[in-house]
């Protein structure tokens, strides 16, 4: 089991940033690839962005590439995701996952290759 806590959300106005942090707890979390998704209201929940478990790949939705940064530190057992140049169309839940597979080579873009998630954090930008 892991255990999976995100921080860091709020209200920032367009074009502002903000950091959200994933602190995780349980398995060897080192050895598991991490991704980022959201979810605003009425949308499906969509890939935001992933990092292979050895920070040797990382991938990111069109949408935010340039303006998320997906890091890690493993031994702090903790993800980032940098977001800079906010836009409201980014406002949503943002989620955290553990992938499914150890020593995963390329981090998947589909929740369906997660199976442990955080509860989520709001991020609201306003125009």
């Known amino acids: 089991q892991v255990q999976l806590v995100e921080s860091g959300g709020g209200l920032v106005q367009a074009g502002g940033s903000l950091r959200l942090s994933c602190a995780a707890s349980?398995?060897?979390?080192?050895?598991?690839?991490m991704g980022w998704f959201r979810q605003a209201p009425g949308k499906e929940r969509e890939f935001v962005a992933a990092?292979?478990?050895?920070?040797?790949?990382?991938r990111y939705a069109d949408s935010v590439k340039g303006r998320f940064t997906i890091s890690r530190d493993n031994a702090k057992n903790t993800v980032y995701m940098q977001m800079n140049s906010l836009k409201p169309e980014d406002t949503a839940v943002y989620y955290c996952?553990?992938?499914?597979?150890?020593?995963?080579?390329?981090?998947?873009?589909?929740?369906?290759?997660?199976?442990?998630w955080g509860q989520g954090t709001q991020v609201t930008v306003s125009s």
């Open positions: 996952a553990a992938d499914r597979s150890s020593y995963r080579l390329l981090p998947s873009p589909l929740s369906q290759g997660y199976a442990y």
């Open positions: 349980g398995r060897t979390s080192s050895s598991y690839g």
């Open positions: 990092i292979s478990w050895s920070d040797g790949y990382r």
